[in-house]
């Protein structure tokens, strides 16, 4: 008996720490995305001036709970005309692979699933672009109009910004030397820069090509409100389409990290080369203290006794992680930890604040139209995007082989990819203006 | 042990999706089906420790090339009866081919020292828990031994692209004409 259950217990005891991952992953994330996706609502009150969800429990902060138990409870609905086994599969590839994803990514040096994987980015840009093969089954497998048009909005735009945000992340890889993802924050450690900083042209073609990749604004035409309803999963209720939800908010955390990791210098503090800069460990523990505080002064004013109960549990849980942060300051003994926790805050912030812009992008600009969004992928993201790729190849020779200065070599270079860009805008606008041609093409048959 | 169970188990899964991918009528089942097989095939590749390559396929073909024949699956709207009825003359034809084919895999198989140059290519195995860093040998392979090759292909995949965005110039021409 005990012998058969050799195999399982060795793959245990050898995996232990990545299997815990993993679980905790699957368990914890949902949780996550259903906060992710308050915050937001409430970010989007906020620039209307309003207060978003407010009833019962201060800010809703139990919110996703109940929205989580009324997805579960809702009565399962497939159409009649749908295709059985297509319709049931797609949403659970989206969630596995944007899941998967999420598990190659390195929240810090010691919060990663997957340790040892060579070409670990590669890794996560595949499983992230594995998922959309979910909507797109999705979309034609329930069999309706509104969902085929979606799904081949998504499958054009998917084409089109694929190759910009790969070109884009090339940049990144050319400057690291590296594909795995710890070894790329650690070159970004070592060349005492992020590569913001020497590649902002990609940073900024990946910024746009992961707002197309997640479905945000201006590229949200699979899902624009007033013409494909809600686009993908339009015909999703209940639970499948709580798993198309998690599956797209997933997708987005994965890009928003691998732009962390890519450009923004992932776990690493700012100026982490640099000594007198060392007050910046303080700071996490400081903001949450002050987190805590202001849930304190927020607690004496809530209405309800339990309203301000809430608050004061929500006050002391702020100041727990706040000791937790403080530990690694305070003791000299407990160093080692410095790296693992802080990493992840450092992280976790930066990752905020891409879903915040996310968030804000989605009130402050138009949507594009469905030939414009083309327009703009094909005729100018992606011939500045290989520019980009060539300048910043260019400026590593001049660095390495021909001993320039950094700076000046990738200021130089980072400068052609901006003219390039720029003349492509000028002579779209000149032929625009031109021709009559081009603006009866605007209004394409996918209705924009 | 386990690395056996999970060879079978997905050498098992690529080969009876890829029978079902060419059974199924719906062109979409079809694509499910391909779908299926690369991804089994891509766990082979990482049992091989070919990470890179597991992700090239992945990339690449489970979801470059499928969203590409989705999209077209798509547009187009195959119907599933009219292409059967035209593949069916070509059943002798195509019993031909796979017979060739079967034989040349068992000819290789059975007698790859004798073949010219250094036969089938064996590679070390490489210790368990550890990945061989493959992309910088395939870098490196396909940059130095193998440039020709490389760069041929690159060539004839880019006369490929100008040869479509021609053909399609040259049929929208004609519809406006």
């Known amino acids: 008996m005990n012998a058969a259950f050799y195999p399982v217990r060795q793959f245990i005891q050898d995996w232990w720490l990545e299997f815990f991952s993993g679980v905790v992953i699957l368990v914890a994330f949902p949780l996550v995305v259903a906060y992710v996706a308050l915050v937001e609502r409430k970010i989007l009150a906020d620039k209307q001036t309003g207060s978003g969800p407010l009833p019962l429990e201060p800010h809703r902060t139990l919110q996703p709970r109940a929205e989580g138990l009324r997805l579960f409870l809702k009565g399962d609905i497939v159409p009649p005309n749908a295709d059985k086994l297509i319709f049931w599969l797609a949403p659970i590839l989206s969630v596995v692979a944007a899941l998967t994803s999420l598990g190659a990514i390195a929240f810090g040096p010691a919060v990663q699933v997957a340790r040892d994987i060579n070409v670990g980015i590669l890794f996560v840009i595949a499983m992230g672009s594995l998922g959309f093969l979910g909507v797109i089954l999705g979309g034609w497998a329930s069999n309706c109009q509104n969902l085929n048009i979606g799904a081949m909005r998504g499958t054009a735009k998917l084409v089109s910004y694929e190759v910009g945000g790969g070109l884009a992340i090339l940049s990144a890889l050319l400057v690291s030397g590296t594909l795995n993802i710890r ?12 590569f913001i900083f020497l590649a902002p042209i990609g940073f900024l073609i990946y910024l746009v090509a992961s707002i197309a ?37 997933a997708n987005r955390i994965v890009v928003a990290s691998i732009a962390t990791t ?31 505080v202001c849930c304190i002064y927020r607690a004496g004013k809530q209405p309800v006794l339990a309203q301000s109960l809430w608050m004061w549990v929500l006050a002391l849980v702020c100041l727990c992680v706040a000791g937790v942060f403080a530990l690694p300051v305070a003791a000299v003994s407990l160093q080692f930890l410095l790296p693992g926790l802080h990493g992840a805050f450092w992280f976790l912030l930066k990752v905020g604040i891409f879903l915040y812009i996310f968030a804000w992008l989605r009130l402050s600009i138009p949507r594009y139209s469905f030939g414009q969004l083309m327009r703009v992928g094909w005729h100018i993201l992606i011939p500045v995007a290989i520019a980009n790729v060539f300048a910043i190849g260019i400026a590593l020779f ?13 200021g130089v270079m980072n400068f052609f990819p901006v003219a390039l860009a720029a003349y492509l805008l000028r002579l779209h606008e000149k032929r625009a203006a031109g021709s009559s041609r081009t603006r009866a093409m605007a209004t394409d048959s996918y209705a924009g | ?56 396929q992945i990339i690449l073909y489970a979801c470059g090339i499928m969203v590409l024949f989705l999209f077209v699956i798509m547009l187009v709207r195959v119907d599933a009866a009219v292409p059967q009825m035209r593949f069916r003359v070509q059943k002798l034809g195509a019993l031909a081919v796979v017979f060739a084919l079967g034989f040349e895999v068992l000819v290789i198989l059975f007698s790859a020292d004798k073949l010219p140059g250094e036969g089938l290519f064996v590679q070390e195995i490489a210790a368990a828990g550890k990945l061989p860093p493959n992309s ?32 399609a110039k040259s049929r929208n021409r004609m519809d406006e004409s």
């Open chain 1, 183 to 194: 070894a790329i924050v650690e070159a970004q450690q070592r060349s005492g820069a992020w």
């Open chain 1, 213 to 249: 990749q997640s479905k945000r604004i201006r590229f949200d035409l699979l899902e624009q409100r007033p013409e494909p309803v809600s686009g993908d999963k339009v015909e999703y209720v209940g639970f499948r389409w709580s798993l198309c939800f998690l599956a797209e908010c």
């Open chain 1, 262 to 292: 890519l450009f923004l210098g992932g776990w690493l503090r700012p100026f982490s080369n640099e000594p007198w800069f060392y007050w910046l460990d303080y700071l996490p523990p400081i903001l949450i203290v002050l987190l805590g």
């Open chain 1, 398 to 410: 001049l660095e390495y082989e021909a001993g320039w200065n950094r700076w000046f070599a990738f």
């Open chain 2, 1 to 56: 042990m386990l690395d056996s169970v999970l060879f079978y188990t997905f050498g098992g899964v690529a080969v009876l999706s890829a029978a079902l991918m060419i059974t199924r009528r719906d062109p979409l089942h079809s694509a499910v089906f391909l779908i299926t097989t690369l991804l089994a095939t891509g766990e082979i590749f990482l049992q091989l420790r070919a990470d890179f390559l597991f992700v090239a």
């Open chain 2, 136 to 167: 910088e040998a395939l870098a490196r392979s396909l940059f130095t031994t193998y440039s020709l090759p490389f760069e041929m292909a690159g060539v004839l995949l880019l006369v490929a692209i100008v040869g479509a965005v021609v053909m």
